[in-house]
């Protein structure tokens, strides 16, 4: 069985300072590796695909990577509107969307 | 700029009694979901459509219904609500089934059951 675990679960930062969220996934073949943001009372919003280990991509203050066992989410001198939820999620080879198994998230504050 | 609508955005409902949460995207997407997220829980996904008149079960489908009579409306149906199926549900589309086609959420609908 797929599974998809975050951490930590929550992770309270001060304006500037760097830090990583942790996901770690164990899944029978990787097709795609997925992080979304997702705000209070919102629905997620689509970050990064990730599709082999070594793999990186950037967007504004986030990096996420991928080993064959985690992914990592950097953020670089965060700001307040970075606070957020932040979720992983993983499909497995030979599935498709229909078959994603989402982690619980960590929950971002970034205090100014 | 709408995307995929959700109504409605909160409901209380008494046990025993049924509704329809409503979906519609406007991205021509062939693929819609229905997810339910519960507290320390994962996203789960109740039912999935690959196109008009296809449905299929996801994983926690008991106790709802869906059908897809257009490409651009998904409503799912709770029949007889238990508080059990207190949540939030959303609502997803995308144009494909693969990792590439990048899956588009609602803004949810919250469901208390009492």
């Known amino acids: 069985e797929d599974q998809v675990t975050q951490s930590p679960e929550a992770l309270r930062l001060q304006e500037g300072e760097s830090s990583s969220l942790n996901c770690s996934y164990t899944?029978?073949?990787?097709?795609?590796l997925f992080w979304y943001r997702q705000d209070p009372g919102k629905g997620p919003e689509f970050l990064f695909t990730?599709?082999?280990a070594g793999e990186e991509k950037e967007k504004e203050r986030l990096k996420a990577t991928l080993t064959k066992k985690e992914s990592f989410l950097h953020i670089t001198a965060p700001k307040p509107e970075d606070s957020a939820t932040y979720l992983c999620?993983?499909?497995?080879?030979?599935?498709?969307?229909?078959?994603?198994?989402f982690g619980t998230g960590t929950r971002l504050t970034i205090i100014p | 700029n709408a995307g995929v609508t959700q109504t409605p955005k909160f409901r209380i409902l008494k046990i025993g009694q049924s509704m329809t949460l409503q979906c519609a995207q406007d991205?021509?997407?062939?693929?819609m979901y229905w997810y339910r997220q519960d507290p320390g829980m994962g996203l789960k996904l109740i039912y999935y459509?690959?196109?008009?008149?296809?449905?299929d079960k996801g994983e926690v489908p008991n106790g709802y219904n869906v059908s897809r009579s257009t490409t651009e409306d998904f409503p799912l149906r709770l029949e007889l609500a238990a508080p059990s199926q207190t949540s939030v549900y959303f609502c997803?589309?995308?144009?494909?089934?693969?990792?590439?086609?990048?899956?588009?959420f609602g803004e949810g609908s919250w469901l208390t059951v009492v």
């Open positions: 990730l599709y082999s």
């Open positions: 459509s690959v196109g008009a008149g296809i449905t």
């Open positions: 899944v029978s073949g990787l097709r795609g």
């Open positions: 991205m021509n997407h062939n693929y």
């Open positions: 997803a589309s995308s144009s494909g089934p693969g990792s590439g086609n990048t899956i588009y």
């Open positions: 999620a993983v499909q497995a080879i030979n599935f498709g969307n229909e078959k994603l198994t």
